[in-house]
């Protein structure tokens, strides 16, 4: 690691607690909201390419296994923002303002990216209605209703871009900071594969693309 002045260093011990929060979080979100739920889509081997009826059915009969893996996907967001906020008072004293704007970025991101939880619950609520469905009728209703929640779900907004330049900022920072070089170059190569990721990869293999965030 780089050398920092005592001063520095005396300073930034007054947010210890806050470093060591940040880091608990960040391995916990890794755990929870990437490698865990990654297990499980590759155990059942699901398609991300199923349509309005077939993800019913599918949710329909495996309630418990598509909650397993919507909910920490998308709950576990919260941990990567106490992870961004930790960020922030270890960087300040080589760039408040790129510190600062990253942090913001990176927390941003992740209440973006939260706002999907309704549209995974409402398919889990109309996976229910599927199953219980007395009638073809009714099943095509549903299937032809949950095609907009497809849609949403796989669409994405901006929080991905959002993430990359939270993470694009604070890793510029890093470069010059406490931190070991090969990291900001690290999270500097992350943002990058964003927008590529988002232009190249969205369109094969859908919301696949997105564990390119456990970089």
């Known amino acids: 690691m780089n050398e920092v002045s005592g001063s520095t260093i005396q300073a930034n011990a007054d947010w210890n607690l806050l470093y060591k929060m940040g880091a608990v979080s960040a391995l916990l979100y890794i755990i929870v909201a990437e490698l865990f739920p990654l ?15 077939a993800l019913l059915d599918l949710i329909s009969e495996q309630r418990l296994w598509w909650i397993l ?34 942090a913001m970025f990176g927390i941003s991101s992740q209440v973006l990216f939260i706002a999907y939880f309704p549209v995974v619950n409402g398919l889990a609520y109309m996976g229910d209605r599927f199953a219980e469905a007395a009638t073809e009728a009714r099943r095509i209703e549903l299937a032809a209703g949950a095609e907009a929640l497809v849609a949403q779900n796989n669409a994405y907004g901006p929080s991905e871009i959002v993430l990359a330049l939270g993470v694009l900022f604070v890793s510029l920072v890093m470069l010059r900071g406490v931190f070991p070089k090969w990291m900001g170059w690290l999270g500097i190569v992350s ?15 859908g919301a696949a693309y997105l564990w390119w965030w456990l970089p």
Do not use: H
């Not at 576990?76 to 704007?101: C, E, G, Q, R, W």
């Not at 943002?191 to 293999?205: C, G, H, K, Q, W």
């Open 69 to 102: 893996v919507q909910g920490p996907v998308m709950g576990a967001n919260v941990l990567i923002m106490v992870f961004f906020l930790a960020l922030y008072p270890a960087l300040k004293d080589v760039n408040k303002s790129l510190a600062a704007t990253g």
């Open 39 to 53: 297990a499980l889509v590759f155990v059942a081997n699901y398609d991300f390419t199923l349509e309005g009826r």
């Open 191 to 205: 943002a990058l594969a964003a927008p590529v990721s988002a232009l190249f990869l969205l369109p094969l293999i």
